[in-house]
């Protein structure tokens, strides 16, 4: 497990600490797996707004999809 952040693309207002199984493009954020929230669980940027994920389901489990380019990660 890598402990990634995941930051808005736009304004570089962190957005999760999340728990990814293998380093490589995010592609979603299973639910259980962020550690730290600093959304207001409405999948747009805290600070500017801006929508950065879709609620979906993967292997039956909620996740939020990203929405391309709308993200960066860091380690
Ligand atoms: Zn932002």
Redesign the pocket.
Same mark, same amino acid.
């Given at each position: 497990m890598y402990i990634i952040k995941v930051y =808005?693309a736009? &304004?570089q207002?962190l957005l999760y600490k999340y728990q990814k199984e293998s380093l490589g493009f995010l592609i979603k954020c299973y639910k259980d797996r962020i550690q730290e929230d600093h959304t207001n669980g409405d999948l747009k &940027?805290p600070? =500017?707004g801006?929508s950065f994920a879709r609620d979906a389901m993967y292997h039956r489990k909620p996740a939020n999809k990203i929405i391309r380019g709308k993200v960066y990660v860091r380690r």
């Open positions: =808005c736009k &304004c207002t &940027c600070k =500017c801006e």
